[in-house]
């Protein structure tokens, strides 16, 4: 396992762009968090979001998560050029006369994926912590560490993602293709869950039960939006009449689909590396 993971880094390790893609990638997310932190003055208004309790335990692991997550088409970058440059630099036939085999090929691409996914959970979880105990209204240990399940589902989430990237990697070999196809891949599950929606089953909730087994649906339903918790929002809303019944818990039901994907998309690029002419 460390000698496949190994191989891969090696390969990162010369491979500027990654690494300028990757360091941008956790500057944002904690630029972000430094943003947030920031009190803007205009005349005698004060306003600083943090204040808005963003940055409270427990709400602070869902809302970090949920906005790292929007971030993480630039590691997805950095996957699927991770494959493409096999076949741009023929790295991937040379590493099979080397006697790796296409098995080991593709579990040191998974290994990678794994190591990129748990490096950002850890960090999402450090800038949380630090930023919850410094701004957070509570500070007790049993409230400090609930909700911890939003991280598990951000590693979950990312390990999903990314693997889906690189079955993308294998299937186009191109990273511009790749990462159109994605955003294709994308558009079309929203056409299908409007379709259905306004279309065929208006009225009913047979578009949102089909559309929660959809790949990229499934991930996002992992971690729900968390705006609507924010005390503001419920309070504004409650003045309007009106009321938020969302379930903001991660799902097992989410849990099991994205692994499903995950298995079917390593088991896909392992099938075409399998029967495909290298």
């Not at 009190?39 to 309790?53: K, P």
């Not at 560490?145 to 191109?174: N, P, T």
């Not at 279309?199 to 009913?204: A, G, I, L, P, S």
């Not at 996002?220 to 609507?228: H, Q, Y």
């Amino acid at each position: 396992m460390l000698r496949l993971l190994n191989i891969e880094l090696q390969k990162l390790r010369y491979n500027r762009a990654a690494k300028v893609i990757s360091i941008i990638y956790f500057l944002l997310i904690t630029f972000i968090a430094l943003i947030a932190s920031i009190e803007f003055n205009f005349g005698d208004f004060h306003f600083r979001v943090a204040d808005q309790g963003i940055f409270n335990f427990p709400f602070i692991w869902h809302f970090n998560t949920y906005m790292a997550a929007i971030l993480k088409l630039f590691l997805a970058i950095v996957i699927v050029s991770m494959m493409s440059n096999e076949y741009s630099y023929r790295t991937l036939k040379q590493n099979l006369i080397d006697g790796l085999s296409k098995k080991e090929f593709l579990l040191s691409k998974f290994l990678t994926v794994l190591l990129f996914s748990a490096i950002s959970t850890v960090f999402i979880f450090g800038v949380s912590l630090i930023l919850g105990l410094i701004f957070s209204d509570y500070n007790e240990i049993g409230i400090i560490f609930s909700g911890m399940e939003y991280i598990g589902a951000y590693f979950i989430k990312l390990v999903a993602f990314f693997s889906f990237c690189l079955f993308l990697g294998v299937l186009v070999k191109r990273s511009a293709f790749a990462l159109g196809f994605l955003i294709v891949w994308q558009i079309v599950e929203w056409l299908f869950y409007g379709l259905m929606k306004w279309q065929f089953f208006k009225d009913t909730d047979v578009a949102d039960n089909v559309a929660q087994f959809f790949p990229l649906n499934a991930m996002a339903n992992l971690i729900k939006e968390p705006i609507s918790r924010l005390g503001a929002i419920q309070s504004a809303a409650n003045q309007l009449g009106e009321s938020f019944t969302k379930d903001y818990h991660v799902s097992m039901l989410n849990i099991f689909i994205v692994l499903v994907w995950t298995s079917l998309f390593l088991y896909w690029s392992y099938a075409i590396l399998k029967k495909r002419d290298l």
